[in-house]
């Protein structure tokens, strides 16, 4: 069938290696909304660090992984992933149906104003473990490889950690062991940049460039670790994090066993990573905190976790609380 696609210059916001515009898809006799996501060769940004140099040369090719494994995911029970218009999408252009004429807003949007439907929590945890075991699966996932090394990334990841970690070198060691114990593909960009939510609370998932190998035990402390932050930032209350993360956590664990002790380890080090100099963390997220009150609040939840050795739960809920005034 013959279709034609017109591309617009209004761009969505939230993407930090690729430009994502809004465009048309015409396919007999019927028009719908679709965007176009190009990624650069060299992505070059006022915000990147040395550190980045592994991420602004790989991006090209990340853009083709993403693709490979958001086609892969097409008609997955479980998984919920924008439709991929194949017709048009060619070298670095990424053409799919646009979530926002789907009724779906990206989460980073609802989360800033506290309006997360309740089974947010619920579905945004059997998103994430079914991608997981989608990604564990050689039949789905036959020849898709990484373009990261799982290493470099990883570093940039517990970058932060690391730092505050200077005095117990052993314990780092020990955190970037264990995100390197196991082989199988890892998603680690869980970030609510990188999902969308309806008002039902059904969750889709995007954006799979950045998937390396390592252990599954980090995924619910990559995202929940936003949830974190957003009630620290005061932009969602306490109470509210503590069911959204508990939800989250006893759904996640209800599918892949999660090792308490390693998933407290990573969330302080994940809210380190996105807080502790708030790079590209979205200003939307202060609402009743200062920033400077916010990194500190960060530290010192990382402090009662590595410092005071809380390994579970409940522990860290109960940092969290303290920090969050
Ligand atoms: N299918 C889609 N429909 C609507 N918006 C989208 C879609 N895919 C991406 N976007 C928007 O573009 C942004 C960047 O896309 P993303 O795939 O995350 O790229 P990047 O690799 O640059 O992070 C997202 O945060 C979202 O706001
Ligand atoms: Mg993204």
């Given at each position: ?62 853009h ?36 926002n ?9 609802m ?6 439907p ?48 200077y005095?117990?070198l ?26 969308a ?13 950045r ?7 980090y ?39 999660i090792?308490?002790?390693w ?56 940092s ?6």
């Open positions: 069938m013959k279709s034609k696609l017109k591309i617009s210059d209004v761009q969505k916001d939230g993407g930090v290696v690729s430009d994502v515009v809004e465009a048309q898809l015409e396919q007999g006799g019927e028009t719908q909304d679709v965007v176009v996501k190009r990624t650069r060769k060299n992505v070059e940004a006022p915000h990147f660090s040395y550190a980045d140099t592994a991420l602004r040369k790989a991006a090209a090719r990340t083709l992984l993403d693709r490979t494994i958001l086609d892969r995911l097409q008609n997955h029970p479980t998984v919920l992933v924008p439709r991929l218009h194949s017709a048009h999408s060619r070298g670095l252009q990424t053409v799919m149906t646009d979530f004429s789907q009724g779906f807003r990206l989460m980073q949007d989360l800033v104003t506290n309006q997360l309740p089974k947010t929590a619920v579905n945004a945890a059997r998103t994430l473990a079914a991608l997981q075991l989608a990604l564990r699966d050689k039949s789905i996932m036959a020849k898709v490889k990484p373009i990261e090394n799982s290493v470099t990334q990883i570093r940039e990841r517990l970058a932060e950690a690391h730092i505050l970690l005095g117990h052993e314990v780092y060691r020990e955190l970037e062991a264990k995100l390197l114990s196991e082989k199988g593909l890892l998603y680690t960009d869980g970030h609510p940049k990188n999902m939510v309806n008002d039902k609370g059904d969750v889709m998932v995007f954006d799979f460039g998937v390396i190998t390592g252990s599954e035990q995924v619910p402390a990559n995202f929940l670790a936003h949830i974190g932050l957003a009630c620290i930032g005061g932009v969602m209350p306490y109470d509210v994090a503590q069911n959204f993360i508990t939800d989250f956590y006893v759904t996640f664990n209800g599918i892949i066993p090792e308490e002790k998933f407290v380890r990573f969330f302080a080090a994940e809210l380190v990573h996105r807080g502790l100099a708030m790079r590209w963390v979205d200003p939307r997220l202060f609402k009743s905190a200062r920033e400077s009150s916010a990194k500190l609040a960060v530290y010192s939840v990382f402090l009662d976790v590595f410092d005071r050795d809380y390994t579970t739960l409940n522990q860290l809920l109960g969290l609380k303290n920090n969050s005034k």
